[in-house]
């Protein structure tokens, strides 16, 4: 934020959407950068291994399925064993197409 907050000083330019800004402020004034990485997050733990999001997207430009010119999220799913939720998030997370 801007104009004579306490953060101010901390993050000037910092133009940051959805509020994060103060927050982000808070956390380098208590812990310096270490301040700066995000807590853990609440919720159940993640259940794709780095290992299965580095396969969908090598996977993708290298092969293609049977009988088809592109994967779908379906056809995905199903070469590697992983659910369809799964491959979905991945593609949209790593912009894969």
Same mark, same amino acid.
């Given at each position: 934020? %801007? ?8 993050? /000037? ?13 808070? #956390?380098? @004034?208590? %812990?310096? !950068?270490? #301040?700066?990485?995000?807590?853990? =997050?609440? #919720?159940? /733990? =993640?259940?794709? &291994?780095?290992?299965? @999001?580095? %396969? @969908? ?6 092969? &293609? /399925?049977?009988?088809?010119?592109? +994967?779908?999220? =379906? &056809? ?8 369809? &939720? ?6 949209? !997370? +790593?912009?894969?197409?």
């Amino acid at each position: 934020m %801007r104009g004579g907050t306490p953060d101010s000083g901390c993050v /000037p330019a910092a133009e940051c959407c959805c509020g994060h800004g103060p927050h982000l402020a808070a #956390g380098f @004034v208590e %812990r310096g !950068l270490d #301040g700066l990485s995000d807590e853990p =997050r609440s #919720g159940a /733990p =993640r259940k794709t &291994s780095d290992a299965g @999001v580095e %396969r @969908v997207i090598a996977k993708t430009p290298e092969e &293609s /399925p049977k009988n088809a010119t592109h +994967w779908s999220t =379906r &056809s995905m799913a199903a070469a590697t064993g992983m659910s369809q &939720s799964a491959i979905s998030r991945i593609c949209r !997370l +790593w912009l894969v197409e």
